[in-house]
């Protein structure tokens, strides 16, 4: 019986037709059209094929050699055929994937198209800065186009989901994933998440050059325990509603994200991949999230280590009754689901709620009008490394660059300056493309010698020490050299004879990413005594640093004069860091997350809690460390320029209680063009449910010429004054908040209102 699939093939021809005589393209159909026809498949689908479009593998096998005849490839490719299988992921390539898509739809029943998903975290093969680092640009529009590029780069080779963006809120730099997501501060969070969803989906999900996006993890992945990777996670219900759920529902509401990705943490006792509570009622439920949720790789079988499965079968039960819809290689649904419903253990309903889901964003993305759409060969060649692609990295590595310290004017540099460079990552072309970086072409980032030999720079290298011993291969552990200082002589002897000092460290790309926890934030390997050794005989340093996440560096800001955080910047890295140093780019990024003094402190953030003993105080009871400062070395927010702005005239007007307007004036009281961000936060000092001592509620980033004065103004509403409780319940109490406009979390105007 192939009725779907004969309707769709007379559909396709005739639409062929349509568009070469009216020179148009697909537009997307409307929802209420989508629901029927989804109604209409599932109807005519057995158990065994709802089940099948239920179940995820990741790529087996060779598409353009002879298919496996044997193992457990066989049954994969046996599963395609049978229709027992609704997604692929890490098949990618024009000509691979029309391959693999042929196996479902020409040899299937009822010829029901994958969806093919990939992970484009920043960037696909032209890459972008690490999410975090283009967190710190503060630059909505930037961030969302570079969304767009990698989309445009991912469905050109054939993909048309990618398991992005990473929302989780993270305060704990130990963390490896950090590099992956906006930072510590929910709202800049939501804006961020929006911003790269809509960039993914774009404003037609039909047309070729979209893909669904992915909001993960849901939820609490980002608060493991020690900051290390896969840990548990225990939080109260408050931070989940203020702080973790947030970015997820704005992804939602302001979005449409089409699908989520539940997280490897247990809440509450249950993992995420079986809560109930998480992904029924309050994301199906609650927030009537239309799309539908995966799996995180294995998560359900996972379930099993974790004590709350007792088996794959088990594990299976829980995870279709708890709401998941997707299962990515646990195998769990495929081998157990279609038992577990005819023993009457499993209602039928749920898997067919879960199968209208993905029904639904298969329609959504045109697949049934053309399963081989993303499929083109001629435009992969044409969107890959595409020079707009490029020259938009570009502008984005410059803008997620962090002036940290400036000293006395040390940059920007002169190109007649007698210039040592040193360090590893300067020479290094593959680091700073970072992690989760799975399309990237190796060793094809510019890297800052290369930067500088555009610059025609006067300048000589030494590597001083390696960094990396190793591997570096995705899925191995780095060995970092702590040993070989043999190359210090060279290096103490190049910087002897310089006027100044560029020092290149930090972290190796694979230093950050998935299961990348780190105990100790400094710098890896023998990096922070090359440094050190230098610093006695030219003390005339600047500090280039490459990482993936906040690092303690209290050593360096008490001795260098100037310190560039420059993350790692994707494919443009090189021309971005030179730009900066020689002032062709006035450095405008500001932190998204705190920078601790001493790991000691993480997690630390801008938004803590006053204590009942917020001190400081004459004697020791209050809180604080005997040995270190509680103070953040850099906080949230912070960034310097090579120009100077000056806030003035802070105005506060209460409209009506439920709309106060806040302005301030800002002027650039130095000599160069730069950009701000204007930032406001916000403290409702008594409420029913204790409030954070500041809380980010507003942000804008401007341009201003020298002498040139902006006027802000930001317009607060319930939106931001108000609160959840612990039950959910979104509270907009009246009372005196305090609000504070400037340059970063510490630094700014305060005043006070009233709300009625």
Not at 382 to 389: C, K, L, T, V
């Amino acid at each position: 019986m192939r009725i779907f699939k004969r309707d769709r093939q007379v559909y396709m021809a005739l639409m062929a037709i349509f568009l070469v005589l009216n020179g148009c393209s697909v537009k997307s159909v409307p929802t209420d059209a989508i629901d029927k026809q989804v109604e209409d498949l599932l109807a005519q689908m057995t158990l065994e094929e709802k089940v099948g479009q239920m179940n995820q593998y990741n790529g087996f096998y060779d598409v353009t050699g002879p298919a496996p005849s044997e193992g457990d490839a066989k049954a994969k490719y046996e599963h395609i055929k049978n229709g027992w299988v609704g997604s692929m992921l890490n098949v990618r390539g024009a000509k691979e994937v029309r391959r693999m898509q042929s196996l479902a739809v020409d040899s299937s029943r009822l010829g029901i198209p994958m969806i093919f998903g990939f992970d484009v975290i920043h960037g696909h093969k032209t890459m972008f800065p690490i999410p975090l680092a283009e967190a710190a640009s503060w630059d909505l529009k930037a961030i969302e186009q570079s969304a767009r590029i990698g989309a445009i780069e991912a469905s050109a080779e054939g993909l048309n989901w990618t398991f992005a963006p990473m929302v989780d809120v993270s305060r704990d730099a130990r963390w490896g994933r950090v590099m992956e997501g906006a930072g510590e501060d929910t709202y800049l969070g939501s804006k961020i998440g929006v911003a790269r969803v809509k960039g993914f989906q774009g404003d037609d999900l039909s047309a070729n050059n979209t893909i669904a996006a992915c909001a993960k993890h849901f939820a609490g992945y980002g608060f493991a325990e020690a900051g290390m990777d896969y840990n548990t996670v225990d939080m109260g219900t408050v931070t989940y509603y203020n702080v973790i759920f947030p970015p997820f529902k704005a992804a939602i509401d302001e979005a449409d994200v089409k699908t989520f990705m539940n997280s490897f943490n247990i809440v509450n006792g249950v993992p995420s991949t079986a809560n109930k509570y998480l992904q029924r009622d309050i994301l199906k439920g609650e927030w009537g999230f239309k799309g539908f949720v995966i799996s995180d790789w294995s998560s359900g079988r996972e379930m099993i280590e974790h004590g709350y499965a007792s088996s794959l079968e088990h594990a299976a039960e829980l995870t279709v009754k708890a709401g998941s819809d997707m299962d990515m290689e646990s195998y769990a649904y495929v081998k157990h689901l279609v038992d577990l419903v005819k023993a009457g253990r499993v209602d039928e309903s749920m898997v067919d709620d879960a199968v209208r889901r993905i029904l639904r964003v298969k329609f959504e993305l045109g697949l049934f009008d053309d399963p081989y759409k993303y499929c083109n060969e001629k435009r992969e060649k044409e969107m890959i490394y595409h020079p707009e692609h490029i020259a938009a990295a570009l502008d984005m590595a410059k803008k997620s660059i962090v002036l940290l310290k400036n000293e006395e004017a040390t940059l920007p540099l002169k190109k007649s300056h007698k210039i040592a460079v040193i360090g590893d990552l300067a020479d290094d072309k593959d680091s700073p493309l970072g992690n989760w970086r799975m399309a990237a072409d190796d060793n094809t980032a510019v890297s800052v010698l290369e930067g500088l030999d555009a610059y025609g720079v006067n300048y000589t290298y030494t590597e001083g020490a390696k960094l990396v011993t190793g591997p570096t291969a995705f899925s191995q552990e780095l060995t970092v050299n702590t040993t070989d200082r043999s190359g210090f002589k060279h290096a103490l002897k190049a910087a002897r004879e310089a006027e100044v000092v560029v020092m290149v460290l930090g972290e190796h790309g694979l230093h950050s990413g998935e299961a990348r926890s780190r105990a100790k934030l400094g710098l890896p390997g023998v990096q922070q005594e090359l440094l050190e050794a230098v610093y006695k005989v030219n003390t005339n340093i600047v500090l280039v640093l490459m990482n993936g996440r906040p690092l303690t560096i209290t050593w360096a800001d008490e001795h260098v004069p100037a310190i560039v955080e420059a993350w790692q910047l994707g494919s443009q890295t090189g021309h971005a860091v030179a730009q900066v140093l020689f002032g062709d780019y006035n450095p405008s990024g500001k932190l998204p997350m705190t920078f601790p003094r001493h790991v000691g402190q993480v997690p630390i953030y801008y938004n803590q809690f006053r204590t009942g003993r917020p001190g400081p105080r004459n004697e020791v009871f209050w809180p604080h460390y005997m040995d270190e400062s509680e103070k953040p070395l850099y906080p949230f927010g912070y960034g310097l320029s090579y120009t100077q702005f000056q806030y003035t005239d802070l105005e506060v007007a209460v409209k009506s209680k439920h709309q106060v307007e806040v302005a301030v004036k800002v002027t650039n009281i130095g000599d160069r063009a730069g950009e701000e961000v204007v930032q406001l936060y916000l403290h409702d000092k008594v409420a029913s449910v204790v409030r954070p001592v500041k809380e980010l509620k507003g942000f804008e980033k401007i341009k201003l010429e020298p002498e040139q004065t902006i006027k802000v103004v930001f317009k607060l509403t319930e939106k931001e004054m108000g609160f959840y409780n612990g039950m959910g319940d979104y509270l907009m109490e009246p009372g005196e908040f305090e609000v504070m406009v400037g340059c970063n979390s510490e630094e700014g105007l305060r005043d006070v209102f009233v709300i009625e």
